[in-house]
């Protein structure tokens, strides 16, 4: 047993590898439970076992083999991963299980494999199954067998491919082992179940017995439909329905579901197809043509055996037509006529739609052959034109069946009616169109007048058949003028047909067992897939449905059958009496008058002809007033017009009494039910007084009115003909203007292009000019609804007339024909808009089919033929040329051109390119003349054109593309899809025609609504593609992928993939999936919707897909919803005759109510869905690295069932304006729609996740400040967020943690924080330690910061996995290369260890040396002791919480804009509550970490002087606060202001243009009263930002966004403009704007100046005069240094940069010199120090040389100037101003100063001297030059001594005062820039001592003295240093500092505005940061966003936020005297710390 303990150790899976069985056995025992126990169908355990399964299934041990069985069972049902293993494991079961004698292998087997089969693997299984087949051991046949039975039986035939099984049948039933034979038998009745009589072929040659017993045990299966009883795993629903069936019992839910669920099979798809053309007899062709009768029926008869084969390959069957056409056609022996039509029939069979490129040759032959009488070849003809319309369609035949129609023999028109009746049972009504049934109606209406009665049978036979497939609704309007009696057989026919559509539908059992078909009516033709089906079948099963189908016929493609058969039924009714009514029977006039008697009062009806016109004016006003007051039933319109028309009728000669007798026609038009033959009465007088001028409008009065009674198209034909059958012009130019108008009144529907055009071009040559002016305005209205195809007609017309045409049609281009207002009430009230709507598609195809075609057959003559086939290229080229010119003399062709296809098809393969290309451009010719008719010739020359695709020359292919676009754009692209050519095509391995035709099929399919199931022959091919050798051609098939997968969808195509190898299958379905996500929509069908409102909007209709149904659909679903455009754009795009009517009404309408609705739909369970889908791996994880395409795709489509449509196209658009649109919606529907934001959360989530991809940070803040909305919400609701949300949320979120922009961080570590109250902080803390993975050390830093966080709120359980690892993970960071990072990692295991205390150690393992020391030395500095820990977690639960919640509340109340307000947000970190003072981390200054950290201190400290600092503190212990009270809380009222006024400044920024103006509107409301004014103080720079950010954006976007209204940004620049001139009136605020702001806005501003797009606005040159004067206030007011350095930079910047105009430069250099006029006023509250830092900066990037390249000479003269006045203003000592520059040698400034200072001494030396010479008298009279230095170094040194430092500052000054030229400059100049300054600001303060300005100098220090000031060192003094601005020092500096502290304290009694700047201490001063405003920007935006509810006692002047690496001090807001005494000791420790 030693051996045993070894192996027991392993792990299972080497256990199961064991060479021992006992240990495999073992092994397998422990796979199993360890199979059954893991609940993840992801984990990776599975994957260890991959490449063992097949060894549990072959194990050689029997015993182990079992349990290997089920633990194989065991995985293949659990994991996800086991489809890999399909194929190795299916064949093991097959070799080494189905042999074994223990029956439980083999049932384990068995399930293995069904268990294959479930998880989608059936292809796989089924292979190796059939290769079990050809085993030599029959126990494993015979298993094999069994396992396929049981797969069919109970998968169904839909999974289980029965094809294969089918081929192999025979075979097994020939086996010589009886079991074998017997199981065959099993499964041949298994099959014969699921497809029935499809199954008799494939087995008619298999034994007689065995074919016997078989039909016996056929006939005992009942006829139920089999079901499907076990279902994929993609079949989840399917098989919770089946078993809630199961659950109600199958008693009543039987029939129901079963139709759907078995898929009919065709017996033709299970036979293997025959080549016959090889077979064929050698002398065929000789035979064919040979004399004898007998030779030419032996070669008949060899073709018919050969056509015997139910099934044919495809191949080139053109020759073998051809000649049995001929017999057909020709042979004058019936019996070999009827013989050839057999094999015809047979070759039609058996090739199916492959015949049906042949089937226009044929059939014209066939039908004319009818005229023979035999019965038999009749019959022959018949079965063999029968056979071939089912390879072809209706549409495609039309043509030469019509054309036969009109044959003289009544026996052609009887049998081709026939014909078209047995056709038209085939058709169902999408395949009936109007546009077909039109002519065939028209045609068969001819012959059921016929006097052949059989033709008149045959004619009402056809008829009734349209009337049953098309309904009644389709059909009646052409049958309008039949009589009843014919109306009535015709119905009477249309109830015997019993239609093949149902059947064809349903399959052949349907037919053997007599069930109703019709239930299968509704599917929708090959569009449909299953879904549909089943949904028609489940709902009202199909009793139900049969009613509905009589009433109406078959329902129309889209719509439930109910639907239809309402329809129908309205129809019926309400048409029915109409179209009778319009006729009526002609009264004689003695009936008239009897009628007429009984309505009318007798004295009218005696005054009517009397000769006094009084009289008869009497007369008629009581006529009229008759009329007036009889209803509609009782009014005889006949009997009262033909009273009217009475002598003197219409020749009346008063124009009173004939004005009133028009209005009463028009009268009784309206009110009566009028009818054609009470028109016909009128109409001739109408359109005799239409041109009169009195009477012409009454008379186009009654004419409407008569149009409206009787439809226009029949009115306005009568009305033209006879307008134009008399000479008057004026009736002929009236009528044709009355038609144009009617016509846009009534539409075009229904009009008789063709009859107008013939009268419009009589017009047209009129003498008269109105006439032919009256016909050019028709012809613009005609062109509105016919479009471009009108003017065709006119092309022969003068030129002078057709300019003028043009000219008309010019005007109209770009309108859209107007809604009809009239005819619709009450002809359409029934029909429905459907018929109306239809005619309206057709008017642009039937204008082109009315165009005069000429027959050019017999143009083309045999010989012209031959010449184009000739042997010589230049011949061949003649023949050519005529073709082309026989074309082009034609314009206009019919489709019968002879042997021209064959001819012009061996022309493409033409070995000479020149030929190919004519031939080609013949073609595009051919398919312009033709028109759509070039259908038929699609198959026999469309597809040789595409294998040109394939030419090497890229000219020759370029112009095949052009000729196949060509030709589709007239057939439609159905008939290039259909049958098996494309396939072949792409089946050559040519890389020039794939990808030709790859790309050619990418463009098309995208357009099409429905395709041929053809389609899916070309998949196999186009896999091959996507490997092929050649890159173009794998691309062009990857383009092509997503259009296959719109058609065939995504499952079709994954099975396509079976056939090929397994690498190619998983590269293949990789790219399949990748298309899925980028698959286009399917266009739309047109929406229509009706105009009028009665039945609401009619129903979407499919139409043909053709151009125009493109055209509309895409318009009208397109329509943005803004409803200004939607009204007017509806229909624009359909210019191509679809006329425009009703379009755009109602769904626009409906657009803009939508926006009203939810926002968000709530779908019950679709969030369920949604996770199972994405769990299920139906759809895409969300997880990338950045969103690609196909993320985005499958969320809109996600998001498309529950967002509302606008709001989606907000969404996704991709204009990042829109994104803010859409967030702004979001923001404001957050609160009103909970449960609907909740129901969508995870799609809302994803989306926000895709928004942090974008690089536009307005769009990420308000996300951002959505998102802190939003959690608010959730946590107030107290939702939990799912794994799936936050999994796909929060690791984006986190990647936002590491934004340079600090005010983005805070906001996301806001949300994070808010996130742990709906998330568990355990599971975020995964999370985030995945984010401290990064490679942005700011990330990183953050994310380690935040764990630090929620372990202090938390505790150690979040710590995940576990805190050991946790730790580990975070100490990891602590030698990151990255200063904050490894702070931040120091800082969070310091937090750890103040909550769980010495343990960390042990957590966190080993550490380097280096990393212990710091983490340990940072423990130490850590004041808080591990004690502390419990109290401080208790602390910060609540107040994480309670800040949320005072949070929350605070968002409910707010008045409503406050909602998305900043404002509140930005409470986030915690709402200062009363209770609990603490401030939130981020807002604590950590004196602690000042006081120890070492490491950011960037600048050299000097030694400070050591003073007692007690003396100083003595007098102002206790000062009295004077002007402000400070509350315990700070002034909470100052806190509020300036965090509202931080609001509003954040709102000038804004995106919203309202919002912007509304803030704008405050602040200068603010600013203009004087009280509250200075409340803006402080604010100054944060407000000037904004405003030129908004400057910013209004000059990059809204000036560009066309939809905005220009006015708005006008109103945007004015207020911006006012608000900023009220703020520099203010000069004390003006002076706060620092530089780098007035450098950002000054080219804001300039900018602005210079938009020529503000010109051109009605109200720019104002806002341009309103700059002009804001930049003088900004020069003017502006802190005089900063604007004068501002102004240098920006001359700076726009010198260098390149893109900037020259017109820039030279604004700003205006600027300058304005300045430079201030310069003698202003030029002592300027800091030179400064600006000749920037001068000497500008000189620096600027030598002089370079200046002088300048284009213009500005530049240096501006410059020159400055320092010219400066040294004029300043004199000599211009040159002590140069402190500030380190190295002045790095630019010519200082030696300019020389040149200038020199030669201005020159210049003016008399005058200098004179000066000079008072000052030194002075001196002389008191002692000799010597001596004033003596005196001098006598006050330094006084000043250098610590004692006496007051007395000598005191003597220097009074020294100063006396002798004010004085030159102390030697004694400064050698000592430190910190002594100079010391001495100048003691003397400064003297100064204000003396003149008793009070102690506190109210300005400003100059800011090159912002440091504050400290005595260098006590031993620094020697007498050597000499000083001019000497100034008081010791405690006095201190004494000021303290005041200033103080003060912010509210402790003192200097006025809040006047607070000087707290400064830092610092070696050096500051070199002010000028730069731009932008690093500014960024610590200014952050307050702006994040304006604290804490008041920041921190106000370090922008300047030095650079410089200082010291933290500032900063009082607690409930700071007391006492507090001082901490800060004093502070700042002792601080200074001995700093040493």
């Not at 039309?398 to 044959?407: F, T």
């Not at 016909?775 to 022969?796: H, K, N, Q, S, W």
């Not at 603010?1566 to 720079?1581: C, F, N, P, T, Y």
């Not at 405690?1931 to 006025?1951: F, H, M, T, W």
Request: proline fraction near 5%.
């Amino acid at each position: 047993m030693g051996d045993d303990s070894e192996w027991m150790k392993l792990p299972i899976d080497q256990k199961c590898e064991h060479k021992l069985w006992k240990a495999r056995l073992n092994g397998y025992e422990e796979a199993l439970k360890l199979f059954q126990k893991i609940d993840d169908e992801k984990s990776p355990e599975w994957s260890k076992y991959l490449g063992l399964i097949k060894k549990f299934v072959t194990d050689s041990n029997a015993v182990a083999q079992l349990k290997g069985l089920e633990a194989a069972l065991a995985y293949v049902e659990n994991a996800h991963v086991a489809g890999k293993t399909t194929g190795e494991v299916a064949s093991g079961v097959v070799n080494k299980v189905f042999n074994q004698p223990k029956a439980r292998a083999k049932e384990l087997g068995l399930d293995i494999c069904l268990m294959y089969i479930e998880i989608e693997k059936g292809e796989a299984v089924q292979e190796e199954l059939l290769k079990g087949l050809d085993n030599k051991n029959p126990k494993i046949i015979v298993a094999c067998i069994e396992t396929l039975r049981k797969a069919l039986s109970e998968f169904g035939s839909k999974i289980i491919s029965l094809k294969p099984i089918i081929k192999v049948l025979p075979k097994l039933f020939e086996s010589r082992e009886k079991a074998v034979r017997d199981e065959a038998k099993l499964l041949a009745v298994e099959i014969y179940r699921w497809i029935r009589d499809a199954l008799r072929p494939p087995l008619q040659n298999i034994n007689s017995v065995q074919l016997k017993e078989l039909e016996e045990e056929w006939v005992k299966l009942s006829s139920a439909a089999p079901k499907q009883t076990r279902f994929l795993r993609s079949q989840q629903e399917l098989k919770a329905k089946f078993e809630q069936q199961q659950a109600v019992g199958d008693a009543d839910g039987g029939g129901d579901d079963g139709d759907e669920a078995v898929p009919q099979v065709d017996a033709y798809e299970l036979l293997e197809a025959v080549e016959i053309l090889s077979k064929l007899p050698k002398d065929f062709y000789d035979k064919i043509e040979a004399k004898k009768w007998q030779e030419r029926k032996e070669a008949l008869e060899a073709v018919e055996m050969l056509v015997k084969n139910p099934k044919l390959e495809a191949g080139d069957y053109a020759d073998l037509v051809k000649v049995l056409k001929k017999v057909v056609g020709k042979d004058t022996n019936v019996m070999l006529v009827a013989l050839a039509a057999k094999c015809l029939a047979g070759l039609a069979a058996g090739l199916r739609k492959k015949f049906g490129q042949y089937a226009g040759h044929v059939v014209p032959t066939i039908l004319e052959k009818f005229k023979e009488k035999k019965p038999q070849v009749v019959q022959a003809l018949q079965e063999a034109i029968d056979a071939i319309f089912l390879t072809t369609t209706l549409q495609n035949i039309s043509e030469d069946v019509l054309a036969v129609m009109d044959n003289k023999n009544p026996t052609i028109k009887q049998q081709t009616s026939l014909f078209i009746a047995r056709s038209f049972r085939h058709c169902s009504p999408s395949t009936l169109p109007k546009s077909l049934l039109k002519p065939f109606c028209a045609a068969l209406l001819k012959h059921i007048n016929d006097s052949a009665p059989e033709v008149r049978d045959a004619g009402f036979e056809a008829l009734g058949t349209a009337l049953k497939v098309a309904g009644e609704k389709a059909v009646n309007p052409f049958l309008a003028d039949v009589d009843k009696l014919k109306l009535d057989r015709i119905k009477e026919c249309a109830e015997k047909v019993e239609l093949v559509y149902g059947k064809k539908m349903g399959g052949t059992a349907d037919k053997k067992e007599g069930k109703p078909a019709i239930g299968k009516a509704p599917v929708l033709s090959g569009a449909a897939g299953d879904k549909e089906t089943k949904d028609a079948a489940a709902k009202p099963g199909p009793l139900k449905k049969a009613p509905a189908m009589k009433s109406g016929g078959l329902p129309k493609k889209g719509k439930p059958a109910a639907a239809a058969g309402m329809g129908g039924a309205g129809a019926k009714g309400k048409k029915g009496p109409e179209t009778k009514e319009i006729f009526e029977s002609e009264l004689s006039i003695e009936v008239c008058e009897e009628k007429a008697a009984a309505v009318l009062p007798a004295s009218c009806i005696q005054q009517l002809d009397s000769g006094n016109w009084k009289e008869r004016l009497a007369c008629m006003e009581e006529f009229q007033k008759a009329v007036e007051l009889m209803e509609r039933s009782e009014m005889p319109c006949q009997a009262l017009v033909r009273m009217l028309a009475k002598k003197p009728g219409w020749k009346e000669t008063n124009f009173q009494v004939m004005q009133i007798k028009l209005h009463i026609v028009a009268l009784v038009a309206q009110k009566g039910n009028f009818s054609k033959t009470s028109a016909q009465i009128v109409l001739d007088g109408l359109v005799d007084k239409v041109g009169d001028v009195k009477c012409g409008s009454n008379a186009k009065e009654a004419m409407t009115a008569i149009a409206e009674a009787c439809q226009l198209p029949w009115t306005a034909e009568q009305v033209v003909a006879m307008a134009f059958s008399q000479k008057n012009p004026k009736n002929q130019s009236e009528t044709l203007n009355w038609l144009s108008n009617a016509i846009r009144e009534f539409g075009f529907s229904g009009l008789n292009v063709k009859a107008f055009i013939s009268n419009v071009k009589t017009a047209l040559a009129a003498t008269n000019p109105a006439v032919r002016t009256s016909a050019i305005t028709l012809l613009g209205v005609m062109y509105l609804y016919v479009g471009p195809p009108l003017r065709m007609f006119f092309e022969d017309e003068k030129p002078a007339l057709l300019s003028q045409i043009d000219a008309e049609f010019e005007k109209m281009q770009g309108q859209t024909a107007p809604a009809p207002t009239r005819g619709i009430s009450r002809h359409s009230g029934g029909s429905g808009d459907d018929g109306e709507e239809e005619e309206q598609e057709d008017v642009g195809n039937d204008v082109v089919d009315l165009l005069p075609r000429t027959d050019i057959g017999d143009k083309i003559t045999t010989e012209l033929v031959s010449k184009i086939g000739d042997k010589n290229w230049k011949i061949r080229k003649e023949g050519l040329d005529e073709v082309t010119s026989i074309i082009n003399d034609a314009k206009f062709i019919q489709p019968n051109i002879g042997e021209l296809p064959g001819a012009l098809k061996s022309r493409l393969n033409d070995s000479n390119k020149i030929l190919v290309q004519q031939t080609l451009s013949i073609l595009q010719q051919l398919a312009a003349a033709m028109g759509p008719n070039i259908k038929q010739h699609v198959k026999n020359l469309g597809v040789p054109i595409i294998t040109v695709l394939g030419d090497s020359k890229n000219t020759v292919r370029a112009a095949a593309l052009a000729t196949v676009n060509a030709w589709a754009e007239q057939t439609g692209m159905k008939e290039w899809l259909e049958g098996e050519d494309l396939s072949e095509e792409l089946k050559k391995e040519n890389p020039f025609l794939r990808q030709e035709l790859l790309g050619w099929l990418a463009e098309k399919l995208p357009t099409l609504r429905s395709v041929p199931s053809d389609l899916l022959l070309c998949v196999p091919h186009l896999y091959s593609c996507l490997e092929d050798r050649n890159g173009d051609v794998r691309k062009k098939a990857q383009d092509a992928l997503p259009s296959f997968m719109m058609h065939l969808g995504f499952e079709k195509m994954a099975k396509a993939t079976g056939k090929l190898k397994p690498t190619s299958k998983d590269q293949v379905l990789a790219m399949l999936e990748k298309a899925k996500a980028n698959m286009p929509a399917k266009p739309a069908p047109p929406a229509k919707a009706s105009s009028r409102v009665v039945g609401g909007a009619a129903p979407a209709k499919f139409q043909p897909t053709s151009g125009l149904a493109e055209d509309s659909g895409s318009n009208t679903m397109e329509s943005k919803p803004d409803p200004k455009k939607a009204k007017v754009g509806g229909a624009s795009s359909k210019a191509k005759g679809v006329q425009g009517k009703k379009v755009p009404t109602k769904p626009n309408l409906k657009e803009d109510d939508d926006k009203s609705g939810p926002i968000f739909i709530i779908v019950p369970n679709g969030k369920e869905q949604r996770m199972k889908d994405e769990k299920g791996l139906k759809v895409l994880k969300w997880n990338f690295t950045t969103p690609r395409d196909e993320y985005i795709e499958q969320l809109k489509t996600q998001m498309s069932s529950c967002v509302a449509k606008w709001l989606q196209d907000e969404m996704f658009h991709a204009d990042f304006q829109h994104h803010n649109k859409a967030l702004a919606v979001m923001i404001e529907h957050l609160e009103s729609e909970k449960d609907g934001v909740i129901s969508c959360l995870d799609l809302i989530l994803k989306w926000l996740t895709l928004r942090f991809f974008d690089t536009n940070t307005s769009v990420l803040m308000k996300a951002l400040e959505y998102l802190k909305l939003l959690f608010n919400l959730l946590s107030q609701e107290e939702y939990h967020l799912t794994e799936n949300e936050a999994s796909s949320f929060i690791p984006y979120l986190i990647l936002k943690v590491g934004e340079p922009k600090d005010v983005i961080r805070k906001d996301v570590r806001a949300i994070l924080n808010r996130m742990c109250l709906i998330y568990p902080a355990s599971k975020m803390f995964t999370f985030i330690m995945e984010g401290t993975k990064s490679k942005n050390s700011k990330q990183r830093a953050e994310c380690l910061e935040e764990l630090g966080c929620l372990v202090e709120s938390y505790g150690m359980n979040v710590c995940q996995p576990t805190p050991g690892k946790a730790l580990k993970e975070m100490a990891t960071h602590i030698g990151d290369r990255d200063n904050t990072v490894r702070n931040a990692a120091l800082n969070t295991i310091v937090t750890v260890y103040n909550v769980h205390g010495d343990q960390v150690f042990k957590l966190i393992g080993n550490l380097s040396e280096k990393d212990m020391s710091m983490l340990e030395e940072r423990i130490k500095r850590s004041a808080k002791r591990p004690a502390a820990a419990p109290v401080r977690q208790a602390e910060e639960k609540p107040q994480r919480v309670q800040n949320i919640n005072t949070n929350a509340s605070m968002l409910r109340k707010g008045p409503a804009e406050d909602m998305s307000s900043k404002l509140n947000q930005n409470r986030n970190m915690g709402g200062h509550s009363e209770t609990t003072h603490t401030v939130p981390r981020e807002f604590q200054l950590d004196l602690d970490e000042i006081e120890n950290d070492n490491g950011t201190v960037r600048c050299e400290m000097p030694a400070l002087v050591q003073h007692k600092l007690d003396d100083i503190f003595e007098p102002v212990l206790i000062p009295e606060p004077k002007i402000r009270a400070v509350s315990p809380h700070f002034d909470d009222l100052h806190s509020n202001t300036a965090s509202t006024i931080n609001f509003v400044i954040s709102q000038v920024a804004s995106g919203d243009i309202n919002t912007s103006i509304q803030a704008l509107a405050q602040i200068d409301e603010v600013l203009r009263q004087e009280d509250k004014a200075e409340a803006m103080s402080g604010h100054i720079d944060q407000f000037l930002i904004a405003t030129f950010m908004q400057l910013r954006l209004i000059y990059n976007t809204h000036m560009a966004d066309e939809k905005l209204d220009k006015d708005e940004i006008v109103k945007l620049y004015s207020c911006i403009i006012g608000s900023m001139i009220s703020l520099f009136q203010i000069e004390s605020l003006a002076r706060e704007a620092s530089t780098g702001v007035l450098k950002d806005l000054m080219h804001g501003l300039i900018t602005l100046m210079l938009d020529s797009r503000v010109e051109d606005l009605e109200e720019g040159e104002q806002v341009i005069r309103s700059v002009n004067l804001l930049v003088v206030k900004v020069l003017e007011k502006s802190d005089q240094t900063n604007i004068l350095s501002a102004l240098l930079v920006l001359l700076q910047d726009s010198l260098l940069a390149t893109a900037s105009s020259p017109k820039f430069s030279e604004l700003v250099m205006k600027c300058l010199w304005r300045m430079v006029r201030l310069l003698p006023e202003t030029i002592n509250s300027i800091n030179l120090d400064r600006i000749l830092l920037d001068i000497h900066i500008f000189m620096k990037v600027f030598p002089k040389e370079k200046l002088k390249q300048c284009k213009s000479e500005f530049p240096i003269r501006t410059l020159k100037t400055l320092l010219h006045t400066l040294c004029k203003l300043k004199g000599p000592k211009i040159l002590d101003h140069l402190t500030m520059i380190d190295n002045k040698n790095e630019s010519e400034l200082e030696a300019h100063l020389c040149r200038v200072m020199k030669h201005s001494m020159d210049q003016t030396g008399s005058k200098a001297d004179k000066e000079m010479e008072k000052g030194a008298s002075r001196i002389e009279e008191k002692s000799s030059k010597a001596k004033v230095n003596d005196i001098l170094a006598e006050i330094f040194k006084k000043i250098g001594s610590k004692e006496n430092t007051k007395e000598g500052l005191a003597e220097l000054y009074e020294y100063k005062k006396k002798y004010s030229d004085a030159d102390i400059e030697p004694f400064l100049k050698n000592s430190s820039q910190f002594f100079q300054s010391y001495v100048e600001r003691g003397l400064r303060l003297i100064e204000t001592e003396r003149e008793g300005k009070g102690r506190i100098p109210s300005t400003g220090i100059p800011p090159q003295m912002e440091g504050t000031c400290v005595p260098a060192s006590t031993n620094t003094v020697s007498s050597s240093i000499g000083n001019t601005n000497g100034e008081e020092v010791g405690p006095s500096v201190y004494l000021e500092r303290l005041k200033i502290l103080r003060q912010r304290c509210g402790l003192d009694n200097a006025k809040q505005e006047d607070r000087p700047p707290l400064t830092s201490v610092l070696s050096k001063p500051a070199v002010p940061a000028v730069a731009s405003s932008t690093d500014m920007l960024h610590s200014k935006l952050s307050q702006l966003r994040e304006s604290r509810e804490q008041y920041q006692h921190l106000d370090l002047d922008s300047n030095q936020t650079h410089s200082s690496g010291i933290g500032t001090t900063m009082a607690s807001p409930s700071s007391t005297a006492a507090n001082i005494d901490d800060l004093k000791k502070r700042l002792e420790r601080i200074k001995s710390s700093r040493k």
